[in-house]
Structures are given as structure tokens and as C-alpha cells.
């Protein structure tokens, strides 16, 4: 976590506990409010200070929230170490799923069947014209 204590959301990032500055809150600051004055928003001074102290709140909940997500990565992770789980295990696991539910597609189903059909009659099409070059070879002797 850095200082401003904004997560990383990769699970897999070395730098977890850290956003991309892309994505970094911006703080509304008095520079903020003379580009776009509350007068314009139809906002009397109340109203702006009322939507500033919520705004206020809510970036501290956000924060907050990374910190316990980051927290909770970190003890996912160690128990994931503890029971030996690793990051490739887990990718096997995943590809061998999803390969089974492929298989079990009826796309795949139809596939396979259309495959298995035309290697039959691919096979019975080298098998007739291999007889009728042995035949040929064997006229010709």
C-alpha cells in the first residue's frame, strides 16, 4: 500500500496496493471550484459545502475499502501459500475446466462428429484409390 493508500487491483502485480496514475482520485481542491464555480450549478454555498464534505467522506470509504481489499489479498495469498496453492496450479485447474466444458459443447459435439465422418470417408476414398493403383501396378506387370 503507498502512502496515499490507493490498491492495486491486479491480484497477480508485484506492486499490489498501488494504482495506475490513470486511475488515481483527483482531489477537489479550491482550484477545482473556480473552473467550475457552484454559482453555474445552480448551488448555493450550503449546497457546495454539504456535496464537498460528502465527497470528502466518500473518497475516505474508498480509501478505506482498498486498504481492506488489500489486506484481504494479502491473507488470501498466504493461505493460498500455506495450502500450497500456487498461481500455475490454479491455471491448470482453470484450462483443464474450461477444456472439459468445450468438450462437452454441443459445438464441439457436432464438430468432432462432421471431423470423424469426413476421416471416414477420406480414408475409404485413399483405401479404394490405393486398390485401384495396385490393380493398375499389377496390369502392368
Excluded at 471550484?33 to 457552484?38: D, G, L, M
Aim: aromatic residues 2%; proline residues 4%.
Amino acid at each position: 500500500m503507498d502512502s496515499a493508500g490507493q490498491a492495486d487491483i491486479n491480484l497477480n502485480s508485484p506492486n499490489k496496493g498501488q494504482l495506475p496514475d490513470f486511475m488515481i482520485d483527483v482531489p477537489v481542491g479550491p482550484g477545482v471550484a473556480a473552473q467550475t464555480p457552484a454559482v453555474e450549478q445552480g448551488l448555493t454555498e450550503a449546497e457546495e459545502e454539504e456535496l464537498r464534505t460528502e465527497l470528502a467522506k466518500v473518497e475516505e470509504e474508498i480509501i478505506t475499502l482498498r486498504q481492506v481489499l488489500s489486506a484481504k489479498e494479502r491473507h488470501c495469498g498466504e493461505l493460498k501459500r500455506r495450502l500450497g496453492l500456487s498461481a500455475l496450479g490454479e491455471l491448470k485447474q482453470n484450462l483443464s475446466k474450461s477444456w472439459h466444458d468445450v468438450q462437452v459443447s454441443n459445438a464441439y459435439k457436432k464438430t468432432q462428429e462432421t471431423l470423424s465422418q469426413a476421416g471416414q470417408k477420406t480414408s475409404a476414398a485413399l483405401s479404394t484409390m490405393g486398390s485401384a493403383i495396385s490393380r493398375k501396378l499389377g496390369d502392368m506387370r
